[in-house]
């Protein structure tokens, strides 16, 4: 695959990593309007970027680099909104059956706790809840596989305590 990926790859690529850009386009971006534009932004990025692939890292590797790089540009784009403008938002969004609801609050909980976290330990958190490995997410953020151990570390004890707060 040293070669330029065709188009009509790139838009199969693109489809195939569908899902892991909404998640984290939902890992950074809480605010539904925005985050349906990151996703969008994620997704038209990595098809430009694929075509220029040239295979010397995992394409997996390749494509969380590409999608992470315009989440922290999405992020420097926008400034938070108040807590609780964003707490009415959720307030107005889809209703759920009651059976959900609690579920739906702790999931709710854990992604504003997710949201607090310092970009760098964000950005190793969320490629963990991917699956992705040490070695990998070392690849994607271009930092050492003990300084991604360090920011898991931390940010776990960090989202511990900020859950540990709300009980």
Not at 122 to 144: F, P, Y
Request: aromatic residues 6%.
């Amino acid at each position: 695959m040293t070669e330029h990926i065709k188009e009509l790859d790139r838009s199969h690529i693109v489809e195939t990593f569908w899902p892991q850009i909404r998640r984290a386009a939902k890992g950074y971006e809480q605010r539904s309007a925005l985050c349906e534009e990151l996703s969008q932004d994620m997704a038209f990025a990595l098809w430009r970027a694929l075509g220029n692939f040239d295979g010397q890292c995992k394409l997996n590797t390749y494509v969380y680099r590409v999608i992470h790089n315009v989440a922290v540009d999405h992020i420097r784009k926008y400034s938070r909104q108040k807590e609780d403008e964003l707490v009415e938002e959720q307030a107005h969004s889809a209703d759920s059956p009651e059976v959900n609801m609690q579920q739906q609050q702790q999931q709710q909980r854990l992604e504003r706790a997710i949201q607090q976290l310092p970009l760098s330990h964000r950005q190793v958190m969320m490629l963990k809840l991917e699956g992705i490995d040490t070695a990998e997410i070392s690849d994607v953020l271009g930092i050492s596989e003990a300084n991604v151990g360090i920011r898991l570390h931390r940010a776990k004890a960090q989202l511990t305590e900020q859950l540990m707060e709300k009980n």
